[in-house]
């Protein structure tokens, strides 16, 4: 921060200086500093049209865009000089103007107020969060259907309760996170057609009293409509609302993802190894590998929520139009934008380094009787009722279940006393059988998830959901 000492704006209404520790506590720039590129935008839009439609004079118009395309350029290369006394970024941003140009740079801030400002920038800088979120969702994505793709034949046990239900393709469970994600992609674009809406012309609250062009200004931003109404152009921060709610549920799936790639990676489990490179090791168990970066994953979730909260619980209750409880709007945007960028990059990064160990998958998905309900099954094609089957199969389970040993483990005979519905064929029921048997859309049959594969793809490449 600079030392630089320059007036306020408003100074010449007050009859004394800004205590010092109001000043430190509602200054903003420390993090709006970030807008910079977006203000910079706004401004050179705002003056061109100011000067095409008559309202500042042509060369005054003309030397304000050559002075903020050089502070843009300050701004870019990291050289431009803040300083707290002017609170936030628009205020630094007209200071160095006035500086480079002299008197003309007093004519931007005319038809505009630092309300409708703010809230072109922030929109602006969503429009670009929105961007990068997606293009790295996608990129997620991608990752995904190249496991899935190297491991489609992998078996594994499906879960309920965390206890093993039923055998799976491991493909399948993965494109399950795909189809989340997906979702997730959705809300963002939704998010972005709310987001897309010049607030710019709507000044302090009220509009402007001058002859501006809104849909001008929208173009040169690349805005697809003007707001309609400008009290709520100014105090509605809703997109922020809906980009941190994306973003929550986005972190949620992360962190499902990152759970079950922990849980994996256990001894206990022993499914998955994560590629040395994403593990951490122990200052003292010299054994460990350590899921340290699915474990930040996980709990980065939480910053994102309570950002979530803590926008809502600022809004909650708010009169009409700007109030400065809205200046709290950007600190929680920006740490939920980068907090859920750096999650998607390194998962994004880390998924094409699992190495899954199919023969252990195989095995836990033969065991713990997860082929109980095909064999249930097996007797409803026999013509029982399936609740009946059920039970028949329950005490199956239990009689097998009493002596230590598999379903596969029994003799036709054993079966027999249970129920005469039994034939030689259920012994030959196993995984593979069981997860070719449902093929039903949506289902985890080899032809399903091949299918599943194949449009997941086209979904992705097409930029289509
Ligand atoms: N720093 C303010 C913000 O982030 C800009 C708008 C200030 N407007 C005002 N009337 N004080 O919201």
């Known amino acids: 921060m600079a030392k630089k000492k320059r007036s306020k704006v408003w100074a010449a209404r007050f009859g004394k200086a800004t205590d010092q520790q109001a000043e430190a506590f509602t200054a903003s720039i420390d993090i709006d500093r970030r807008l910079g590129r977006y203000d910079v935008a706004g401004s050179i839009a705002h003056a061109r049209m100011l000067a095409k439609q008559g309202i500042i ?30 609170e936030d970024i628009h205020m630094n941003i007209e200071a160095s103007l006035r500086e480079k140009i002299g008197p003309a740079a007093d004519r931007l ?39 899935v793709e190297v491991n489609r034949r992998v078996i594994m046990p499906g879960y309920t309760h965390l206890q093993r239900a039923q055998p799976l393709l491991f493909a399948h469970h993965l494109l399950a996170y795909f189809e989340m994600f997906d979702r997730d992609v959705g809300r963002f674009q939704d998010c972005l057609r709310r987001v897309d809406v010049l607030p710019l012309g709507a000044g302090a609250l009220a ?15 690349g805005f697809s409509r003007i707001s309609e109404n400008s009290l709520d152009a100014v105090s509605d921060r809703d997109c922020v609302v809906e980009f941190q709610a994306a973003a929550a549920l986005t972190m949620m799936h992360v962190s499902r993802l990152a759970e079950e790639l922990v849980l994996w990676s256990t001894a206990e489990f022993g499914f998955i190894q994560i590629d040395e490179a994403f593990a951490g090791g122990s200052s003292i168990m010299p054994q460990k590998r350590n899921p340290d970066v699915a474990e930040l994953a996980r709990a980065k979730t939480g910053r994102v929520y309570g950002n979530l909260m803590s926008m809502l619980t600022v809004l909650k209750g708010l009169p009409l139009a700007y109030c400065l409880d809205l200046q709290e709007d950007k600190s929680g945007l920006f740490d939920s934008a980068d907090t859920l960028l750096t999650a998607l990059e390194v998962m994004a990064a880390m998924v094409p380094g699992i190495r899954v160990n199919a023969e252990r998958t195989q095995a836990a998905a033969s065991e713990s009787y997860s082929l109980a309900t095909d064999v249930a ?63 039903v859309p949506g289902g985890t049959s080899s032809r399903q998830v091949a299918a599943a594969l194949k449009r997941a793809r086209k979904r992705l490449e097409g930029g289509k959901r």
């Not at 060369?59 to 050289?79: F, H, N, S, T």
């Not at 005469?420 to 449902?438: G, N, T, W, Y």
């Open 109 to 147: 801030h005319t038809a505009r107020s630092r309300n409708d400002q703010v809230a072109t920038d922030l929109r602006l800088y969503l429009k670009d969060a929105i961007a990068g979120v997606l293009a790295v969702l996608r990129r997620l994505q991608g990752a995904l259907l190249d496991v």
């Open 377 to 439: 099954d097996y007797l409803v094609r026999q013509g029982l009722p399936f609740r009946e089957a059920h039970g028949v199969v329950g005490q199956l389970v239990r009689y097998a279940d009493e002596r230590d040993r598999g379903l596969s483990e029994l003799s036709l005979e054993e079966y027999r006393r249970f129920s005469p519905l039994f034939d030689e064929d259920v012994l030959k029921l196993d995984v593979r059988a069981a997860i070719e048997a449902r093929d």
């Open 57 to 86: 004079p042509e060369e005054d118009g003309e030397a304000i865009v050559r002075g903020l395309e050089e502070i843009g350029e300050e701004i870019e290369a990291g050289r431009f000089e803040l300083s707290r006394e002017l």
């Open 207 to 221: 509009g402007v009293p001058y002859p501006i062009d809104r849909e001008f200004v929208a173009r040169e931003l």
